[in-house]
Nanobody
Framework: QVRLVESGGGLVQAGGSLRLTCAAS????????MGWFRQAPGKEREFVAI????????YYSDSVKGRFTISRDNAKNTVDLQMNSLKPEDTAVYYC?????????????????WGQGTQVTVSS
């Protein structure tokens, strides 16, 4: 069992930055691939950025590539998402997900545990 708690969301103007943090507790954090996903009103949850168990491999959606950076600290059991050059279309609830096995996948259904989400709102 893994418990995930996201923080760092808020309201920011277009062009601004936010840093989200997901804190994990429970079973060995290093055994899990981690991902950030988001869900806007009326839309399905979509992947944003994912990272493998060691942090040595990452993958981003085309919509955030070059603007967002995912990282993890296995000693602190955290995974961060640094978001720069934010756009109004980035507005959504952002969720942290954990996937057993250490290798990442982009599909929502591949993830075993989820946090409660944190709201990010980007004003134009």
């Amino acid at each position: 069992q893994v418990r995930l708690v996201e923080s760092g969301g808020g309201l920011v103007q277009a062009g601004g930055s936010l840093r989200l943090t997901c804190a994990a507790s429970g079973q060995a954090f290093g055994n899990y691939a981690m991902g950030w996903f988001r869900q806007a009103p009326g839309k399905e949850r979509e992947f944003v950025a994912i990272i493998n168990w060691s942090g040595g491999s990452t993958y981003y959606s085309d919509s955030v590539k070059g603007r967002f950076t995912i990282s993890r600290d296995n000693a602190k059991n955290t995974v961060d998402l640094q978001m720069n050059s934010l756009k109004p279309e980035d507005t959504a609830v952002y969720y942290c997900g954990a996937r057993r096995g250490g290798t990442y996948r982009v599909s929502v259904s591949s993830y075993d545990y989820w946090g409660q989400g944190t709201q990010v709102t980007v004003s134009s």
